[in-house]
């Protein structure tokens, strides 16, 4: 099993849906979880961290499963500018101690008027 | 302003030769990291570094060297062992481990 799992897509979603990825992570003792947005041809910028509680920022929400070991990102009434490939990223644990971050490959989202 | 800076945002190598990537950042972050991306792929950890003086090998650090001489900066050289090197390298920085890394926008590189 991949360390980090993602749906490549594409998403193809009008403006206004309401879309949603999910991410699964192999390592259970995985401690810190974030959401990060890639434009084409451009660097990841952090979207958000993923916190246990789950949280929320405007029209993006992020939820953490931890039994099932995957992380959720919710998008309502997409904009056209929320066209990107979103990467799920997970820090990995090595025996105890905290490894480096994992990136998934992302999934592709593409937001048509 | 702070951030990282990556340059050159272009850069074209020709066989057998060496080349160096920069990247500085004045973010007082002390873990910085370099990741190779070819298209339509994830992003591969080729070298880390924690601390000043002191530097890991990633996934896919051969044909590649780094230094860390100074915490605010990170060079990255693509040697010419490296027979692949046509990518995006893009470098980051973060307070520790477990924290968001922050990328610099990215360099280039291409084979003449």
């Known amino acids: 099993r991949k360390e980090v799992e993602q749906d490549p897509g594409p998403f193809n979603v009008p403006e206004g849906a309401t879309v949603a990825f999910n991410c699964t992570y192999s390592?259970?003792?995985?401690?810190?979880f974030f959401w990060y947005r890639q434009d084409c041809r451009k660097e990841p910028k952090l979207l958000m961290s993923?916190?246990?509680s789950g949280n929320e920022d405007g029209r993006f929400t992020a939820q953490l499963n931890r039994a099932s070991q995957y992380i959720s990102l919710l998008i309502r009434d997409s904009k056209l500018s929320d066209s990107a490939t979103y990467l799920c990223?997970?820090?990995?644990?090595?025996?105890?101690?905290?490894?480096?971050?994992?990136f998934g490959k992302g999934t592709k989202l593409s937001v048509k008027p | 302003d702070g951030g990282i800076t990556q340059s050159p945002k272009y850069l074209f190598r020709k066989e057998g030769q060496n080349v160096t990537l920069s990247c500085e950042q004045n973010?007082?972050?002390?873990?910085m990291y370099w990741y190779r991306q070819d298209p339509g792929q994830g992003l591969r950890l080729i070298y880390y570094s924690q601390i000043v003086n002191d530097f890991q090998k990633g996934d896919i650090a051969e044909g590649y060297s780094v230094s860390r001489e100074k915490k605010e900066s990170f060079p990255l050289t693509v040697t010419s062992a490296q027979k692949n090197p046509t990518a995006f390298y893009l470098c980051?920085?973060?307070?520790?481990?477990?924290?968001?890394?922050?990328f610099g926008d990215g360099t280039r590189l291409s084979i003449l």
């Open positions: 993923v916190y246990s």
């Open positions: 990223v997970v820090n990995v644990n090595y025996g105890g101690s905290q490894g480096n971050l994992i």
């Open positions: 980051a920085s973060t307070f520790s481990v477990d924290q968001p890394q922050h």
């Open positions: 973010l007082n972050h002390d873990a």
């Open positions: 390592n259970s003792a995985s401690q810190s």
